[in-house]
């Protein structure tokens, strides 16, 4: 079975397939997706080399970076967003958190899973809104 780059590469998928996926696979995809954004960026806005641009990214990808995020984009959300923040916060998982507390590393999966789900649903503008209007932090 061959699957086109199409079928892999944003390819949103229904509110109803979205509600049946457990709020830690949401945030698996969502933290590929945060992860490529902040790459995007800091290849675009630098002429660093491959190891700059890592530990760059490194400084934004971490549970409390994106827990920070979290807070600084908490009133920008809708009701149905907030309430995917608040499956994932309460998501059991078997993971412990290897360099934050369980608390903040709840709210970075929950970061992580809000923008898994909206990339999944393809809202790629609301993703792009809500993480460049938390940029400057």
Known sequence: MSASLDNVILSPISENEIKELNPIVLAFIGD?????????MIVKSSN???NGCHKESAKLCNAKSQANKLATIMNLLT???KD???????AKTHH??????EE???KATSFEALIGYLYLL???DRIKELLSSEENV
């Open 32 to 40: 590929g997706v945060h992860t490529l954004y902040v790459r995007d």
């Open 48 to 50: 660093l080399l491959a």
């Open 79 to 81: 009701d149905e967003e």
């Open 84 to 90: 995917i923040v608040r499956r994932a916060r309460n």
């Open 96 to 101: 412990t958190a290897k360099n934050s507390d």
């Open 104 to 106: 903040t590393y709840k």
């Open 122 to 124: 393809g809202r790629y």
